[in-house]
């Protein structure tokens, strides 16, 4: 599975963006998918999963704010970033994988990763 994530950018404070996360290889909808993101001089951080049954489980800190989704049709994953804030800033990156709820906020669940993209987020 090759992972191509995009729609980064800059945003004000309560702005909102979109990424998206294109599949392409191995059958898209065997796999759960999940993002991450890694803070400028922070360690890589879980954001939100959809497992291959459709459940989604968040990071404490986006719950209300984020949403994953997936559309099957178009092998993408999006994630819908509402009210961002400063402490959002990072690059993120999508994952596919094998993510349960017990296991999504774990890298190892995870078995192919795309490239990041960055969001910035002004105050």
């Known amino acids: 599975v090759q992972l191509q994530a995009s729609g980064g950018g800059l945003v004000q404070a309560g702005g909102s963006l979109r990424l998206s996360c294109v599949a392409s290889g191995r059958t898209f909808t065997t796999y759960g998918m999940g993002w991450f993101r890694q803070p400028p001089g922070k360690e890589r951080e879980f954001v939100a999963a959809l497992t291959s049954g459709l459940s989604t489980i968040y990071a404490d800190s986006v719950k209300g704010r984020f949403a994953i989704s997936r559309d099957s049709a178009k092998n993408t994953v999006y994630l819908q970033m509402n009210n961002l804030k400063p402490e959002d800033t990072a690059v993120y990156s999508c994952?596919?994988?094998?993510?349960?709820?017990?296991?999504?906020?774990?890298?190892?669940?995870?078995?192919?990763w795309g490239q990041g993209t960055l969001v910035t987020v002004s105050s």
């Open positions: 994952a596919a994988g094998r993510p349960i709820y017990s296991n999504a906020h774990n890298s190892n669940a995870y078995y192919y």
